[in-house]
C-alpha cells in the first residue's frame, strides 16, 4: 500500500491546526530556552531530561503532521468489489457510490471513507481507518509533552536550584514568569481538553465501534463483549507489535478488512 496524502480545503480546518501548531512551537522554544538549557550549564539537570523533552515533542509533530496528512480512508470513484465481499457493501444515499458497510460520508471532505470516526478540525482531516492510528498517537503524545512541560514548570519555581548566570536583560529572562505561565495555561487546557477526547476514543477501541456508530446505537448494543483488546488495537495500529504502535513515522498495513465485523451504520 503505497503512502497517501490527504488535504482538505477548510480555512476553520486550518485556523485550528495553526492554533495546536503554535502551542507545539511555544513550549518547544520557550521550555528548553528558559528552563531546560540554562540548568543544564549549572549542572541542575541532565542532557537526558533534554533529549526526552525534545524527542516527545517530535513524536507529538510527527503525529500532527501525518494525521493532518494522512488518507483517512478515503473510497475511489470506482471501487473494485470482490464478488466474495459485495453483501459487505452498500450504496451511499449522499454521493450514489458504492462504499462498504461501516463507511460514512463526511460532507466537509465530500468523499465516503472507509469506517469514519469523526472530522476532526483541529487536524483538518477526518478520522478514519486508515489514520485512526495516527489520531490516537497524537492525543497520547499531546498530553505526553502537556504533562512533561506542566512537570518542568512546577521544578522551576519549587524544585530546581536557582540560577546564577541569568541575563537579566534579555527579554525572555526579564519576563520568564509571564511567559511560564502562558505555557502552564496552555498546558492544562490541552490535558483538559485531550483527556476526556482520548479516554472515549479508547472505550470505542476496545468497544470495537466508531464515534458516529456510538452516537446511533443504544447503550447495550455498545456495551456487550465484544474481541480481546489486544485484537482491537491491532487493527487499528496495523500490527501485532505492540511497542510498534507508539512510532508515528511508520506506514500502517491493516490485518484485516475490519468492516465485516461489528455494528453498521
Given amino acids: 500500500m503505497g503512502l497517501r496524502f490527504h488535504f482538505v480545503y477548510d480555512p476553520q480546518g486550518w485556523s485550528c491546526v495553526g492554533i495546536i501548531t503554535f502551542i507545539w512551537l511555544y513550549n518547544t ?18 542532557a537526558a531530561v533534554i533529549v526526552a523533552y525534545y524527542l516527545v ?71 478514519g481507518e486508515d489514520n485512526h492510528w495516527l489520531f490516537l498517537l497524537l492525543c497520547f503524545y499531546t498530553q505526553f509533552l502537556s504533562l512533561f512541560t506542566l512537570i518542568l514548570n512546577f521544578c522551576q519555581y519549587y524544585y530546581l536550584q536557582p540560577l ?6 534579555l527579554f525572555m529572562f ?48 455498545i456495551l456487550k463483549p465484544r474481541k480481546p483488546w489486544q485484537q482491537t488495537f491491532s487493527e487499528v495500529f496495523g500490527t501485532r507489535w505492540k511497542i510498534v504502535w507508539f512510532i508515528p513515522f511508520r506506514q500502517r498495513q491493516p490485518l484485516r478488512a475490519s468492516y465485516h465485523h461489528a455494528n453498521h451504520v
Fill in 29 to 46: 522554544y520557550c521550555i528548553p530556552k528558559l528552563i531546560l538549557y540554562p540548568h543544564y550549564e549549572e549542572e541542575h539537570v541532565s
Fill in 174 to 221: 526579564r519576563h520568564e514568569l509571564a511567559l511560564l505561565r502562558i505555557s502552564t495555561l496552555m498546558a492544562l487546557v490541552m490535558i483538559g481538553g485531550m483527556s476526556g477526547l482520548f479516554f472515549s476514543q479508547l472505550t470505542n477501541v476496545l468497544a470495537d465501534v466508531t464515534t458516529i456508530e456510538r452516537m446511533s446505537s443504544c447503550p447495550d448494543e
Fill in 164 to 169: 546564577t548566570k541569568v541575563k537579566e536583560e
Fill in 57 to 127: 515533542s517530535f513524536f507529538c509533530v510527527a503525529s500532527l503532521v501525518r494525521a493532518s496528512t494522512a488518507d483517512p480512508g478515503r473510497l475511489p470513484q470506482d471501487p473494485e468489489i470482490p464478488y466474495s465481499e459485495s453483501q459487505n457493501w452498500e450504496t451511499c444515499n449522499k454521493c450514489n457510490k458504492m462504499r462498504p458497510k461501516r463507511s460514512h460520508h463526511c460532507s466537509r471532505c465530500g468523499h465516503c471513507i472507509r469506517k469514519m470516526d469523526h472530522h476532526c478540525p483541529w487536524i483538518n482531516n477526518c478520522v
